[in-house]
């Protein structure tokens, strides 16, 4: 056993969590806008407008936005296909998303990306990879690209507990260590991989122990705690920075929603996703900012409200935007310097 693992954040961790007025603001309007663009997401897709597979991201908005708020902007994120929420909290406009949902030429990849292709290049957005585990050796390359070219930037690779069974896991975090890759792992652990527990698919419940194997430091912290998720990520990103190699995250969270829309959740109850709702990270964001009185009641409503109005407008851009030419499929497939 190797590596400097600890579990979840310590009470001293939690008194040095700062969090300015408008910090606290600016992540409950980020959460929250995600939180209703996937709901609204959900009825276009039941009333037939969006195609093909729709992962939603209800209950995991503290992962997202906490990480994307301890890195830098220049920083490089690579996630797995449930990725609406990190193109949203890297500040791409809700109506651009919603209308690659409805795979309209307005959308974030002009309608022939969907919803597990999400990229944007000039924020360091590399996508969104359908291909579980496919795209952690692609973030271990972006990082050595970073390394070699002394650039100050690390690579965030974010992926489901199940993916951390896959080959491709253990190859590119070896390679990370070996070269000491500016990249942190981000696992999301939300206990399901697709309709599979975590018990019944790995010999290590705690994914974290896993960086072990590579003398990787690793934490396991509380996924639904925004603050604990910023800070962590950014204590890791400032020593990925400074050369001290790669870093791994098992945030702890839970889905409100099935794997997929038409996953009909045989594998768990309604009584435990219930439960798990008394820890939605948005409702616990909100009761935190009242009680430090970081905002009042009325500023947090209004910060709803122009929410509901933004994605009002997301959905009718999506709808009025026409669909990408039939020749539009011969375009961007590969890039002319």
């Not at 692609?138 to 069974?165: D, H, I, K, M």
């Amino acid at each position: 056993m190797g590596g400097a693992i600890r579990s979840n954040i310590s009470e001293s961790d939690r008194d040095r969590m700062r969090v300015t007025r408008e910090e606290a603001l600016a992540l409950f309007r980020k959460m929250s806008q995600i939180r209703r663009f996937e709901e609204r997401a959900e009825e276009a897709y039941g009333r037939g407008m969006i195609g093909g597979f729709l992962h939603l991201y209800i209950g995991e908005e503290a992962i997202a936005v906490g990480a994307l708020a301890g890195l830098e902007p220049e920083d490089d994120v690579v996630t797995h296909y449930r990725d609406h929420g990190y193109v949203l909290a890297r500040g791409v406009e809700p109506k651009r998303v919603m209308a690659e949902l409805y795979g309209k030429s307005t959308g974030l990849g002009k309608g022939k990306g969907g919803s597990m292709h999400m990229a944007d290049v000039r924020r360091h957005l590399w996508g969104g990879y359908a291909i579980v585990g496919g795209h952690v050796p692609l973030a271990a390359g972006l990082a050595l690209a970073n390394q070699y070219r002394n650039l100050p930037r690390v690579v965030s690779c974010f992926l489901g507990e199940g993916a951390t069974n896959i080959g491709t896991f253990f190859s590119s975090l070896n390679i990370a260590a070996l070269w000491k890759l500016p990249l942190i792992v981000i696992v999301e652990n939300n206990r399901y991989g697709m309709g599979t527990a975590v018990k019944r698919a790995s010999a290590v419940e705690e994914t974290y122990r896993k960086a072990s194997a590579f003398n990787i430091p690793a934490v396991r912290i509380d996924g639904n705690d925004v603050l604990a998720v910023r800070d962590a990520v950014r204590d890791m990103a400032r020593t990925a920075r400074a050369g001290g190699g790669p870093q791994m995250i098992e945030a702890m969270t839970y889905r409100f929603r099935g794997h997929s829309m038409g996953d009909p959740q045989r594998y768990r109850g309604r009584e435990e996703v219930e439960a798990a709702k008394a820890a939605d990270p948005i409702d616990r964001w909100r009761r935190t900012i009242l009680e430090r009185n970081l905002a009042e009641e009325e500023e947090l409503e209004r910060v709803t409200g122009e929410i509901e109005t933004e994605l009002e407008e997301a959905v009718r851009f999506a709808e009025e935007s026409p669909a990408p030419e039939p020749g539009e499929l011969c375009f961007d497939v590969v890039v002319e310097e």
